[in-house]
């Protein structure tokens, strides 16, 4: 059974495209950019998801032409008209809503806390949805920062910096000895 929670709903499939079977999809979250080299979508049918092999998607500004493998003639890609269509979080990547950017780009980035200095350097961005999380590792613990820009106070795209004001108390949560 596929779990709905590891998927994001993109938005709707508003019509077919050309004579083949292609499918133009309305995106209506505008907080995610697709990562390259997506192999399914999923639409919504009958209540569950199904997955559908990509062949080909083209993104345009809010709208995504797609070509699936299981999808081959219009007749058939018009069965799917009006119903909602996910992808898998591990395919999307979030964007910040401040500067349309994804925060996927600051990963190598050192973080520095204006509190604790020089924290580590950002291996991962962790993609909960409103809520992207900074992976860096301290003293092998995983430790999760807010990747909002509300807590960044610059980034140094040179040196690779971003300093940060962190919440009272959130690296001593995780250094805590036990």
Known sequence: MIDINN?????????????HGD????????????KDNIEFLFIEIDGGLVPFS????????SAAIAEFGEIKSKNEAEKYVGLKIFISKKDINF????????????????ISDIKHGNLAIINNLIEYPNNPQFEIIIDDIAVMIPATIDLIET????NK?????????LIDIYLEDE
């Open 7 to 19: 998927f994001e709903e993109i938005g709707i499939i508003r019509k077919v495209y050309g004579v």
């Open 23 to 34: 499918i133009n999809i309305e995106i209506q979250n505008k907080q995610i950019s697709f």
């Open 54 to 61: 990509v062949i080909d998607i083209e993104i345009r500004n």
């Open 95 to 110: 964007v910040d809503k401040a500067n349309n950017t994804s925060m996927a780009i600051y990963i190598g980035y050192m």
């Open 155 to 158: 980034i140094d795209n040179e």
């Open 161 to 169: 910096i971003i300093k940060m004001n962190l919440p009272e108390g």
